[in-house]
């Protein structure tokens, strides 16, 4: 049985008034910061709860920019896409007039010069679109190249089938860029493209190249890779021609391989782009099968200089209505060059709808983040706050306590010898 004495008591009715003030304390620091814990040690659970929803929350701020910033890009591609669209149009009404014969008769040099420079123009402006950047100078076209713009134009002066000379006209326009798509994180493992590749959008019609090497006894020596428009192809020992055409076809890309003439290969795209062709990892299949230029292996424009390339691009397809303008081939003009032209339009406005449903999807997700921050903002404050209300009503209860304590313990604390001799 424990024995109880004096000393006992004083020193129980001590503890509990200290443990009284330093509850006092911690209510009044609550109060001081609005927060229920100043160190981990008040509360681990809490705090661990805290520290979950503090670093959510700072991935959401993280993500919100990123989906503003997403959203900007795509916004400033659908407005260049949409000045394409205008200059390209209007291009097309130009083939149309002269399809019509509009610029024929006792002036119609001096119709076609002039609506040869406005084609130049409109070349220049559709350049400046295609080499155009974002705020911090990545081009919205050239894939992940920065060093230089995507695309080059070629400027010649040429000669009219009537012997005119003209000065300083584009002849060609090169894509220096690659294939490259930036990705933004816009939620966890979730990401978006905020770029289109030139090669796609700036083009007019499909993509064909063939091989002038005959590869009917080909038979791969070792285990190669190469990519086709950034996707891996695998050739192993022993593949013939055969595997390999089997192989890019099951790709899954929008190119197709086949034979064609004396066992050639020849690859078609399936809609308007160029093809982007890479040996890698020391690789040399696209080489030795007539594909690729041995001396400038590494791409844009390695394509080997004996294949036949089949294609224009969007500026091709231009160049080639201006160059049948100033020949007044009416007959070419109404045919080939106002197909090229719906097809080069068509391929822009499916990057159109491209830009449109990422913006839409970027717009839905900032609703989304925004709702998840208003959220989680509001179980950090249900979590870390306090209820003022409760936390002083609690304080003037510890508070009276306490009063009440130091009254009762100033009655039972019995005199000592000491009170005697003071």
């Known amino acids: 049985m424990q024995r109880i004495t004096?000393?006992?008591?004083?020193?129980?009715?001590?503890?509990?008034?200290?443990?009284?003030?330093?509850?006092?304390?911690?209510?009044?620091?609550?109060?001081?910061?609005?927060q229920r814990i100043s160190r981990p040690a008040d509360s681990p659970s809490l705090t661990a709860n805290l520290m979950f929803l503090k670093t959510r929350m700072n991935e959401i701020i993280q993500f919100e920019k990123n989906v503003l910033e997403s959203l900007d890009r795509w916004n400033l591609i659908d407005g260049q896409l949409s000045s394409i669209t205008d200059i390209l149009q209007?291009?097309?009404?130009?083939?149309?007039?002269?399809?019509?014969?509009?610029?024929?008769?006792?002036?119609?040099?001096?119709l076609k010069e002039a609506i040869s420079a406005e084609i130049d123009q409109h070349l220049r402006a559709l350049i400046?679109?295609?080499?155009?950047?974002?705020?911090?100078?990545?081009?919205?076209?050239?894939?992940?190249?920065?060093?230089?713009?995507?695309?080059?134009?070629?400027?010649?002066?040429?000669?009219?089938?009537?012997?005119?000379?003209?000065?300083?006209?584009?002849?060609?326009?090169?894509?220096?860029?690659d294939i490259g798509k930036r990705l933004i994180e816009i939620e966890k493992n979730q990401y978006i493209d905020v770029n289109l590749p030139g090669n796609q959008v700036f083009w007019g019609t499909n993509f064909t190249i063939t091989g002038s090497i005959d590869t009917s006894s080909y038979i791969a020596t070792s285990n190669q890779?190469?990519?086709?428009?950034?996707?891996?192809?695998?050739?192993l020992v022993g593949d013939t021609i055969d595997d390999i055409i089997d192989k890019i076809n099951k790709a899954g890309l929008e190119v197709r391989a086949s034979k064609v003439g004396q066992d050639n290969l020849s690859l078609h795209s399936l809609t308007p782009h160029q093809i982007w062709l890479e040996d890698i990892e020391g690789g040399t299949v696209l080489q030795d099968l007539?594909?690729?230029?041995?001396?400038?292996p590494n791409p844009p424009n390695n394509y080997s200089l004996n294949a036949k390339i089949d294609s224009l691009s969007l500026f091709d397809v231009i160049l080639k209505f201006r160059n049948d303008l100033l020949?007044?081939?009416?007959?070419?003009?109404?045919?080939?060059?106002?197909?090229?032209?719906?097809?080069?339009l068509e391929n822009v406005l499916k990057y159109r709808a491209i830009a449109g449903a990422k913006q839409n999807r970027l717009e839905e997700h900032a609703k989304k983040i925004s709702w998840d921050k208003l959220f989680i903002t509001e179980l950090l404050a249900k979590?870390?706050?306090?209820?003022?209300?409760?936390?002083?009503?609690?304080?003037?209860?510890?508070?009276n306590v306490y009063n009440y304590s130091l009254n009762v313990g100033a009655r039972i604390i019995r005199p000592t010898l000491l009170d005697f001799l003071r």
């Open 128 to 177: 400046d679109i295609a080499n155009s950047s974002d705020s911090i100078g990545r081009p919205l076209f050239g894939g992940f190249t920065i060093e230089r713009k995507p695309f080059e134009p070629i400027v010649a002066d040429i000669e009219t089938p009537d012997g005119i000379k003209l000065e300083n006209q584009i002849i060609g326009v090169e894509y220096r860029g």
């Open 90 to 110: 209007r291009i097309r009404l130009l083939a149309v007039q002269a399809s019509n014969g509009i610029y024929q008769g006792d002036n119609a040099f001096e």
């Open 225 to 235: 890779k190469f990519k086709i428009d950034g996707v891996e192809i695998q050739v």
């Open 327 to 344: 020949k007044g081939d009416q007959l070419e003009i109404s045919g080939q060059d106002i197909g090229n032209l719906d097809i080069t």
């Open 383 to 399: 979590t870390e706050g306090i209820d003022y209300a409760e936390t002083i009503t609690n304080l003037k209860w510890i508070e």
């Open 290 to 296: 007539g594909l690729i230029n041995p001396e400038q």
């Open 6 to 34: 004096g000393i006992i008591q004083n020193q129980n009715l001590i503890k509990h008034i200290q443990n009284q003030k330093l509850n006092m304390d911690s209510l009044q620091n609550q109060l001081a910061t609005g």
